[in-house]
């Protein structure tokens, strides 16, 4: 698996793929990950990054699983990029 596609974070149940860029609320985004997938609160007093590297990153996931994720398009994929004029 190849930089950046290990890093993508998986939500199956609710069917999307987060892309994550540094310096764009990936903490946050990895914290409402991990609450949508586990229930509210479980993301408090975890570090987010460790626990969804260990769980939601494509790299956790078989191969097989891996391939399937990224080649069909049922789920939604989104990243949030920084402003490059600011």
């Known amino acids: 698996m190849r930089w950046p596609e290990k890093h993508f974070v998986i939500c199956e149940q609710r069917g999307f793929l987060y892309i994550p860029i540094e310096k764009v609320a990936c903490s946050a985004l ?23 590297r260990a769980r939601y990153e494509l790299q956790a996931q078989p191969a097989e699983v891996q391939r399937r994720w990224l080649r069909e398009g049922k789920l939604f994929r989104f990243a949030f990029v920084r402003n490059p004029w600011d």
């Open 30 to 52: 990895k914290s409402w990950v991990i609450e949508l997938a586990e229930g509210k609160g479980a993301a408090h007093s975890i570090d987010p990054n460790a626990h969804i």
